[in-house]
């Protein structure tokens, strides 16, 4: 079957589910199911056999697996920067974190693992090149997206 239809169908099927409400259920405990899961969808798609890797399913899907949470917190923090604070507004001077979203220090769990604290932390770790498309947000999420793909990218 064709690359392209492929990658329809589990855009169309698992991606729609996976993706929605992404930001507020991302970093509990059960992701970890979730995952086996779109590993098991993306192997029985591409006849992948169960002991080889999937990896290469993924990249030629172009699908981001656990990036796919970092991603929707990067586009949120994005979209509604009115709400964030960046370290440039703290104080006036030229920093190399100056461009940086400031992190709010939090007493809660639940707030420090919510999509406004890893939102800003992941923001924060994105290479420069990206950061200054964020005016651009056509470029911006395909630069952002290509680099999920290409890469993993962690951030604590």
Known sequence: ???????TIYYTHVHSILSCGIIFWGSSPNVKKLLILQKKTV????????????????KNMEIMMYSQYIFSLI???????????????????????????????VNKTKFYKGPYILGSKAFNH????????VSDMK???????????TSFFLFN
């Open 139 to 149: 470029h911006f999420k395909l630069s952002l997206k290509e680099m999920f793909i």
């Open 1 to 7: 079957m064709p690359q392209c239809t492929l990658r």
């Open 75 to 105: 586009l949120f923090t994005v979209k509604n920067k009115h709400l964030f604070t960046s370290n440039r507004e703290i104080h006036k001077y030229k920093t190399r974190n100056s461009t940086n979203l400031h992190l709010p220090s």
């Open 126 to 133: 994105l290479p420069r090149y990206i950061k200054i498309l």
């Open 43 to 58: 192997r029985i798609i591409t006849n992948t056999g169960v002991r080889k890797s999937c990896r290469k399913a993924f």
